[in-house]
């Protein structure tokens, strides 16, 4: 394939996690090839050629018992993004996250054409439903794995695979005084991050319980500032909706989740990817999850690992807490932050040792990589 004849690459993400990993590999394989995007992204893959044929919010769909609710809608936006796939004949599917709604498109478009399948960012396959790995290894030709331990349980399996690295494997503190400067906030404050998520889902099951620990904290505590970093404005009217009777300092704002986190003492963090973040900006996560009673019933049960917190996965020890379900409450959160010193002296040190295990062959790398499967 050269520059004279466009490679043609459907790609599906849901988020905007995915929305920067599907950016840094179109960039990558921009700089070799002339491409024709298909699918659905978010701003960055849509400022690299993606025309969404709907918003990528569309498929933000987490659990077990939300996806059968929304089974007829989401069937219909899968079924209208395999149609153009097949119509366009492209030459790669790259998935992004999603597994659930991703393995749909994998599995049509092998029945359908002869491109190849990429899956970035595993389905937590290591972690519950273990019988997963049939369907990945029958329709998925190559999964993109942010973390090593996800590769070694693939080549376990005979399933082909690499260790992309994750982006946090080069991330680092901005400087306190700068961030005070250009967010104009008090250096004689103190500063806790409220990091609620992404997804709809989350927020409304996660952000009450924070919104009482804040209350509570900030009885004792009249010297704190919370920050709550927000990926975009549906997020930022849901999570102001949901704090009109907080009774305490919190400032919300878009695309500041490393500013906040850099200059901040400690953080209450949903499950995910921004516990890691925390973690390696040296602002120690108390990890929180809550969903329905009827999702955590199903998937309590299937859980294959004793930890669920990102940083406690790769270090292979609860260094972090973690309190789930019933056991997240504001008492117990707050609770938590009692303890948070005596991890803040080793901070640098854990910062850098999950440095170390995010780093990976990196996108120029798996770019290339896509070829040879």
């Given amino acids: 394939m050269t520059k004279n004849h466009p490679l043609k690459i459907g790609i599906v993400c849901g988020e905007h996690s995915g929305d920067r990993l599907g950016a840094e590999l179109i960039t990558e394989l921009k700089k070799t090839h002339d491409l024709d995007l298909f699918g659905v992204g978010g701003p960055k893959l849509e400022a690299l050629g993606v025309n969404s044929l709907f918003d990528f919010s569309e498929i933000n769909i987490m659990g077990l018992i939300e996806p059968l609710i929304n089974y007829r809608k989401l069937s219909k936006l899968r079924e209208s993004l395999i149609k153009i796939f097949i119509e366009e004949k492209i030459d790669f599917f790259v998935g992004i996250d999603s597994p659930d709604f991703n393995i749909g498109i994998h599995k049509a478009l092998k029945t359908n054409l002869t491109n190849k399948n990429i899956q970035i960012v595993s389905p937590s396959v290591w972690g519950w439903r273990q019988n997963r790995i049939k369907l990945i290894k029958k329709y998925i030709d190559l999964t993109m794995c942010l973390f090593d331990f996800e590769h070694n349980f693939y080549k376990d399996h005979n399933h082909k695979s690499i260790h992309l690295g994750h982006p946090f494997s080069n991330l680092n503190k901005i400087d306190r005084d700068i961030t005070l400067h250009n967010k104009n906030l008090s250096s004689n404050k103190k500063y806790i991050s409220i990091v609620p998520g992404s997804r709809k889902s989350e927020i409304?099951?996660?952000?009450?319980?924070?919104?009482?620990?804040?209350?509570?904290?900030?009885?004792?505590?009249?010297?704190?500032?919370?920050?709550?970093?927000?990926?975009?404005?549906?997020?930022?009217?849901?999570?102001q909706k949901l704090s009109n009777d907080l009774n305490a300092n919190a400032v919300i704002e878009q695309n500041s989740m490393k500013e906040f986190l850099s200059i901040s003492e400690f953080s209450v963090v949903t499950s995910g990817t921004a516990t890691l973040e925390s973690a390696i900006l040296g602002c120690p996560p108390i990890i929180c999850y809550k969903t329905n009673f009827l999702n955590y019933a199903i998937i309590s049960r299937m859980l294959k690992v004793d930890n669920i917190g990102l940083p406690n996965l790769l270090l292979q020890k609860k260094y972090f807490s973690e309190l789930l379900q019933n056991e997240c409450t504001k008492e117990s959160i707050?609770?938590?932050?009692?303890?948070?010193?005596?991890?803040?002296?080793?901070?640098?040190?854990?910062?850098?040792?999950?440095?170390?295990?995010?780093?990976?062959?990196?996108?120029?790398?798996?770019?290339?990589?896509?070829?040879?499967?």
């Fill in 334 to 373: 707050y609770n938590a932050s009692k303890d948070i010193s005596s991890l803040k002296k080793d901070s640098k040190n854990i910062a850098d040792t999950l440095r170390a295990k995010l780093q990976g062959v990196g996108f120029e790398n798996a770019a290339k990589e896509i070829f040879l499967v």
């Fill in 204 to 239: 409304q099951n996660m952000f009450p319980t924070y919104v009482e620990f804040m209350k509570k904290f900030s009885e004792k505590n009249k010297d704190h500032i919370f920050l709550i970093p927000v990926a975009d404005n549906k997020t930022m009217d849901l999570v």
